[in-house]
């Protein structure tokens, strides 16, 4: 006979178990005859979680299940220890089953003895939530606010100062490669094939998977993103300009929309670009073709914040000082509001971030709080309390998770700016990430729940981290920054 473990969930809290490794110490007696006839030799127990991070504080049971032959049976007794009692917490139930919580931080093994003879065991570490798991420190050179992960779960990052580098990291470790690229300040997009693109001043360029140089384009600005057309193409901008580059790096055509382009160039659903831009003061939105040679519309809007337009099927949202506000496909706005009419802190020149949706609800953060309105418009709550604390240049946008809430740049301690896990449904806090050194700019979660965000620290430096995490991004509506967790920006 054999024994397989399986496992339940319940519970929150504020840290993590990660699973490191597992291991079998299995023992092995002569072949035993089954209730179902036949004979079968004894393996030992098997302890698998079946997830690779469980929170501290949320109860993990194990239950034990003897298999004889073909059919189950019942194993007379199941003794379960940790290797060491500070770190995990072992709870054994009437039934056999284990209760197991993380207490602190540290390694431990959990242990699983059935009927006293069949042994086996798994390496558990307990982190905290959203700590460090790994950092990466650039002295002296900034960092594009988002990573973006492909599909290959690779983190790629870009850098600036004399020499722009393209960055590409294993997710477990932080190591990688690097190859000369441009500067983008919101960090790159992801295409097909885990294609990277940056963009710089006077230059857009295309890397493969692995960071070899496609092609170059001398075209493009480093204050915003690159939009990664369907054919293997990019929108990108200048300071005045949107320009179009088909999949060889050829540019197609620019297109001069104002004095200064506002946001990030967006692809919306029918293949045409939105980009706001200011003229004379004054700030409007423009709808291109993607062949450049229609401008659909200019439209005069309430004002602009730096960052990249949320889109849905038949809605734009733009965030702008002090609100947020929709243009449908024709260039109207069908609805614009002021943070200071749902909050008393709210002022109305507050630097906005990108917007976000699920194609229901938006969240939106400015200086002062965290909203969330309703794709119609109507306000749903402010989150007041994260202390967000920015008085200047961009705000980092949240990122949806699969799990109901939302992670987002909030002050973590003292003089510091962390992340938090926010509930969707009323903007409570879940959890908020411990206080480090340096002040978070943009974040992505990868598809294993792990955030990965970049810092500002003292002398123009940065830091590239990845935090301990396990819930996974959404995928429905325009859940991060740029659309996904790769920032196509599509």
Same mark, same amino acid.
């Given at each position: 006979?054999?024994?397989?473990?399986?496992?339940?969930?319940?519970?929150?809290?504020?840290?993590?178990?990660?699973?490191?490794?597992?291991?079998?110490?299995?023992?092995?007696?002569?072949?035993?005859?089954?209730?179902?006839?036949?004979?079968?030799?004894?393996?030992?127990?098997?302890?698998?979680?079946?997830?690779?991070?469980?929170?501290?504080?949320?109860?993990?049971?194990?239950?034990?299940?003897?298999?004889?032959?073909?059919?189950?049976?019942?194993?007379?007794?199941?003794?379960?220890? =940790?290797?060491?009692?500070? %770190?995990?917490?072992?709870?054994?139930?009437?039934?056999?089953?284990?209760?197991?919580?993380?207490?602190?931080?540290?390694?431990?093994?959990?242990?699983?003895?059935?009927?006293? =003879?069949?042994?086996?065991? =798994?390496?558990?570490?307990?982190?905290?939530?959203?700590?460090?798991?790994?950092?990466?420190?650039?002295?002296?050179?900034?960092?594009?606010?988002?990573?973006?992960?492909?599909?290959?779960?690779?983190?790629?990052?870009?850098?600036?100062?004399?020499?722009?580098?393209?960055?590409?990291?294993?997710?477990?470790?932080?190591?990688?490669?690097?190859?000369?690229?441009?500067?983008?300040?919101?960090?790159? *997009?992801?295409?097909?094939?885990?294609?990277?693109?940056?963009?710089? /001043?006077?230059?857009?360029?295309?890397?493969?998977?692995?960071?070899?140089?496609?092609?170059?384009?001398?075209?493009?600005?480093?204050?915003?993103?690159?939009?990664?057309?369907?054919?293997?193409?990019?929108?990108?901008?200048?300071?005045? *300009?949107?320009?179009?580059?088909?999949?060889?790096?050829?540019?197609?055509?620019?297109?001069?929309?104002?004095?200064?382009?506002?946001?990030?160039?967006?692809?919306?659903?029918?293949? /045409?670009?939105? %980009?706001?831009?200011?003229?004379?003061?004054?700030?409007?939105?423009?709808?291109? =073709?993607?062949?450049?040679?229609?401008?659909?519309?200019?439209?005069?809007?309430?004002?602009?914040?730096?960052?990249?337009?949320?889109?849905?099927?038949?809605?734009?949202?733009?965030?702008?000082?002090?609100?947020?506000?929709?243009? /449908?496909?024709?260039?109207?706005?069908?609805?614009?509001?002021?943070?200071?009419?749902?909050?008393?802190?709210?002022?109305?020149?507050?630097?906005? *971030?990108?917007?976000?949706?699920?194609?229901?609800?938006?969240?939106?953060?400015?200086?002062?709080?965290?909203?969330?309105?309703?794709?119609?418009? *109507?306000?749903?709550?402010?989150?007041?309390? &994260?202390?967000?604390?920015?008085?200047?240049?961009?705000?980092?946008?949240?990122?949806?998770?699969?799990?109901?809430? &939302?992670?987002?740049?909030?002050?973590?301690?003292?003089?510091?700016?962390?992340?938090?896990?926010?509930?969707?449904?009323?903007?409570?806090?879940?959890?908020?990430?411990?206080?480090?050194?340096?002040?978070?700019?943009?974040?992505?979660?990868?598809?294993?729940?792990?955030?990965?965000?970049?810092?500002?620290?003292?002398?123009?430096?940065?830091?590239?981290?990845?935090?301990?995490?396990?819930?996974?991004?959404?995928?429905?509506?325009?859940?991060?920054?740029?659309?996904?967790?790769?920032?196509?920006?599509?």
């Amino acid at each position: 006979m054999w024994y397989a473990f399986r496992e339940s969930w319940s519970g929150w809290a504020v840290a993590l178990v990660a699973v490191a490794a597992l291991g079998a110490a299995c023992s092995s007696d002569s072949c035993d005859e089954g209730p179902f006839g036949g004979a079968t030799c004894t393996y030992g127990a098997d302890v698998t979680t079946g997830d690779t991070l469980i929170f501290r504080g949320e109860t993990v049971t194990y239950q034990a299940v003897a298999i004889y032959g073909v059919g189950p049976g019942v194993a007379q007794s199941i003794r379960w220890g =940790a290797s060491d009692s500070t %770190v995990l917490s072992i709870d054994v139930l009437t039934d056999g089953t284990a209760e197991v919580e993380g207490i602190k931080e540290g390694t431990s093994w959990i242990v699983a003895f059935v009927n006293e =003879a069949f042994r086996d065991s =798994a390496m558990v570490t307990v982190v905290v939530r959203a700590g460090d798991r790994w950092v990466n420190t650039y002295t002296g050179t900034p960092a594009g606010s988002y990573p973006a992960i492909g599909t290959d779960s690779l983190v790629r990052v870009v850098t600036g100062g004399a020499t722009p580098l393209l960055r590409i990291l294993a997710p477990e470790s932080g190591i990688g490669s690097s190859t000369a690229t441009c500067f983008s300040a919101f960090g790159p *997009s992801l295409g097909a094939l885990d294609a990277a693109y940056t963009t710089g /001043d006077q230059c857009t360029r295309r890397h493969t998977q692995i960071g070899d140089t496609a092609w170059t384009a001398p075209v493009g600005g480093a204050g915003f993103g690159v939009a990664v057309a369907v054919d293997g193409g990019a929108i990108t901008v200048s300071t005045d *300009s949107v320009f179009r580059v088909d999949a060889s790096g050829a540019v197609l055509w620019g297109l001069a929309v104002g004095d200064s382009v506002r946001t990030a160039p967006v692809i919306g659903p029918g293949g /045409d670009v939105y %980009v706001g831009f200011s003229t004379g003061g004054a700030d409007s939105v423009a709808r291109i =073709a993607l062949d450049g040679t229609t401008v659909a519309w200019r439209a005069a809007v309430p004002g602009l914040s730096p960052g990249t337009p949320a889109v849905t099927a038949t809605r734009l949202f733009f965030g702008r000082p002090g609100g947020i506000f929709a243009l /449908d496909p024709a260039g109207v706005v069908t609805w614009d509001r002021s943070f200071s009419a749902d909050n008393p802190l709210a002022t109305a020149t507050s630097a906005t *971030s990108s917007p976000v949706h699920d194609n229901v609800v938006l969240f939106v953060q400015n200086e002062e709080a965290l909203y969330s309105y309703g794709i119609g418009g *109507s306000f749903v709550w402010a989150a007041d309390s &994260l202390g967000y604390g920015q008085t200047d240049g961009p705000v980092g946008a949240p990122a949806l998770l699969t799990d109901g809430t &939302l992670v987002v740049p909030c002050v973590s301690g003292a003089g510091t700016r962390g992340v938090c896990g926010v509930r969707q449904i009323n903007g409570r806090i879940a959890w908020r990430s411990p206080a480090v050194t340096g002040t978070v700019e943009g974040l992505a979660v990868g598809a294993d729940g792990m955030i990965y965000v970049t810092r500002a620290i003292a002398g123009g430096g940065s830091q590239v981290a990845a935090l301990w995490g396990r819930v996974p991004p959404a995928t429905t509506g325009w859940p991060a920054e740029g659309g996904n967790h790769r920032h196509t920006r599509r």
